[in-house]
Nanobody, 123 residues
Framework: QVQLVESGGGLVQAGGSLRLSCAAS????????MGWFRQAPGKEREFVAA????????YYADSVKGRFTISRDNAKNMVYLQLNSLKPEDTAVYYC????????????????WGQGTQVTVSS
C-alpha cells in the first residue's frame, strides 16, 4: 500500500497560481488511480480532480475545469495539481488520495489519503 505526502500549499492572491505535489512511497504507485479532494471550513470534502493509473484519463469538478490541471509522473511516484486563476472560494485543505477502485471521482472509492496541504486565496 502506498503512503502519500502533500506539499506546495500556501497563501496566494486571487488570480494567482500554485502547484501542489503529492509524493507516494511504495513500488506499486503506477497501479493506483490518483485523486485530489478539498475540504473548506464548515463544508464537506469535495472531489477536485482525478487521473487514471495509465494517465489516459483525467476528470475534473465543474468548479475547477479549465483552471486546474492534474498530472502524474509514475517514474517519480508523484502526482501534481496545478492551480491557476485561483479564487477565494478555492480556499481549503487539499488532500491527495489513491485508489484501485471505481469510480475514481468519488471519495469513498479511495482508501489511501495524505495529511493535506492548506491553500488560502485572499481577495
Amino acid at each position: 500500500q502506498v503512503q502519500l505526502v502533500e506539499s506546495g500549499g500556501g497563501l496566494v492572491q486571487a488570480g494567482g497560481s500554485l502547484r501542489l505535489s503529492c509524493a507516494a512511497s511504495g513500488r506499486t504507485f503506477s497501479t493506483y488511480a490518483m485523486g485530489w479532494f478539498r475540504q473548506a471550513p464548515g463544508k464537506e470534502r469535495e472531489f477536485v480532480a482525478a487521473i487514471s493509473w495509465s494517465v489516459a484519463s483525467t476528470y475534473y469538478a465543474d468548479s475547477v475545469k479549465g483552471r486546474f490541471t492534474i498530472s502524474r509522473d509514475n517514474a517519480k511516484n508523484m502526482v501534481y495539481l496545478q492551480l491557476n486563476s485561483l479564487k477565494p472560494e478555492d480556499t481549503a485543505v487539499y488532500y491527495c488520495a489513491a485508489t484501485r477502485k471505481l469510480p475514481i471521482i468519488l471519495g469513498p472509492s479511495y482508501d489511501v489519503w495524505g495529511q493535506g496541504t492548506q491553500v488560502t486565496v485572499s481577495s
